[in-house]
C-alpha cells in the first residue's frame, strides 16, 4: 500500500480525493491546507489527516495547490526524498524554480514529475522535441467565467463580452506570470517542448463557448501535430477542466499498476 499526501483541498484536491477513494494499492493519507481551511477541510476528509505540512514517512506526493506550495511544502518533500507530482504547472514560469526542484530531487534521490492536466499530447511533444522543433503555439479559449479574478479584467469588461476577444498574445513565460491559474497548459506545452521564452501563447475570453478550450500546434523534424481539446470546467472553479483530476488519477494508477500506460 502507498500513502499519499495531497497538497491542496480546492476544486482539484477535492474531487481527486473522491475519485481514489476505492482504488487498489493506494490511499491518501493526508491532506496539506493552509491552516485557516484545516477545520473546513476536516468535514470532508473522511480518514485522512488534514495537516499542515507533508509527513516524512509518506510514499508519494501531490501538489494540487499553486505556486506558495511548490516552495514551501514540494521543495522540502523532494530534498527528503519523497517522489512528488506536480500540477502548478505555471509556477514553474518563475525564473529559478525549474533549476531548484531538479536540484531538490537530485539531493533526496528522488523525481519530482511534471502532470500533464487538463492537455494530451504531452509524451508526443516531448518525444519529438528530441529531434528538433521549429515551432510550438498554444491557443486558450475559456468563457469569461474562467477569466474572473485575473488581469483580463482590466483588458476587457467580462460582464458584457459578446464576441471572442484577445486578451493576451506573448510568450508563455509572459502568460504563466501574468495567468497562473489559467496558463498551466502553456507552461506544460513550453517546458515538453521548446520553453517558456519560444512558446507563442494567446489567451481568449469568448462569450461563444462553455468548455476551457486548448489548441496546440508543433512542428518540427518530426512532421506536424495539431490538438484541441474541448474540457469541459469542474463544477468548483471554471478556470480548471476536469481532464486535470483525471492526469493525476492516471499518475496514481500507474503507480501501482503492473501495466502502465
Ligand atoms: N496542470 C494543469 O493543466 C492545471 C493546473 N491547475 C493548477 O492546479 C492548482 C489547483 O487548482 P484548483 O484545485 O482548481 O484550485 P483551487 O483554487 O480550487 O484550490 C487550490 C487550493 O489550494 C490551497 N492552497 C493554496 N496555497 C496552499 C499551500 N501553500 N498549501 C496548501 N494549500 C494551499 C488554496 O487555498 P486558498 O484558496 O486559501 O489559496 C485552495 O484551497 C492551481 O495551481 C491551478 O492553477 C489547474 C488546472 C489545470
Ligand atoms: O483548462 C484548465 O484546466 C486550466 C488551464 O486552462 C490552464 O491552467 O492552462
New binding site residues.
Given amino acids: 500500500m502507498q500513502n499519499v499526501t495531497l497538497i491542496g483541498f480546492g476544486a482539484i484536491g477535492r474531487t481527486l480525493f473522491q475519485r481514489m477513494a476505492g482504488v487498489p494499492g493506494l490511499r491518501i493519507t493526508h491532506i496539506v491546507v493552509p491552516p485557516e481551511h484545516a477545520a473546513a477541510a476536516r468535514e470532508h476528509a473522511g480518514d485522512a489527516q488534514v495537516v499542515s505540512a507533508v509527513p516524512v514517512d509518506t510514499d508519494l506526493v501531490v501538489e494540487c495547490a499553486g505556486h506558495q506550495a511548490l516552495t514551501e511544502h514540494v521543495l522540502p518533500a523532494l530534498a527528503r526524498g519523497t517522489e512528488c507530482a506536480v500540477l502548478s504547472i505555471?509556477a514553474l514560469s518563475e525564473p529559478g524554480l525549474p533549476e531548484q526542484l531538479a536540484e531538490a530531487a537530485a539531493q533526496g534521490s528522488t523525481q519530482v514529475h511534471l502532470l500533464s492536466?487538463?492537455i494530451g499530447g504531452v509524451d508526443a511533444i516531448a518525444a519529438a522535441r528530441i529531434a528538433g522543433l521549429d515551432s510550438v503555439t498554444y491557443t486558450?479559449r475559456?468563457p469569461p467565467t474562467?477569466w474572473r479574478g485575473t488581469p483580463a479584467e482590466d483588458v476587457v469588461n467580462l460582464d458584457t463580452l459578446s464576441e471572442p476577444t484577445v486578451i493576451l498574445e506573448n510568450t508563455a513565460r509572459e502568460a504563466a506570470r501574468l495567468y497562473p491559474?489559467?496558463?498551466?497548459?502553456?507552461a506544460t506545452v513550453s517546458l515538453a517542448g521548446l520553453g517558456l521564452d519560444h512558446t507563442q501563447v494567446r489567451l481568449i475570453a469568448d462569450p461563444t463557448v462553455t468548455e476551457?478550450i486548448?489548441h496546440i500546434d508543433v512542428r518540427g523534424a518530426f512532421g506536424e501535430m495539431q490538438i484541441t481539446m474541448r474540457?469541459k470546467?469542474l463544477p468548483d472553479n471554471p478556470?480548471?477542466?476536469a481532464?486535470?483530476v483525471l492526469s493525476a488519477l492516471r499518475f496514481l494508477h500507474n503507480r501501482v499498476g503492473a501495466v502502465t500506460i
Fill in positions: 505555471g492536466g487538463a486558450g475559456k474562467g491559474k489559467n496558463a498551466n497548459v502553456a476551457n486548448h474540457g470546467p478556470k480548471t477542466s481532464l486535470t
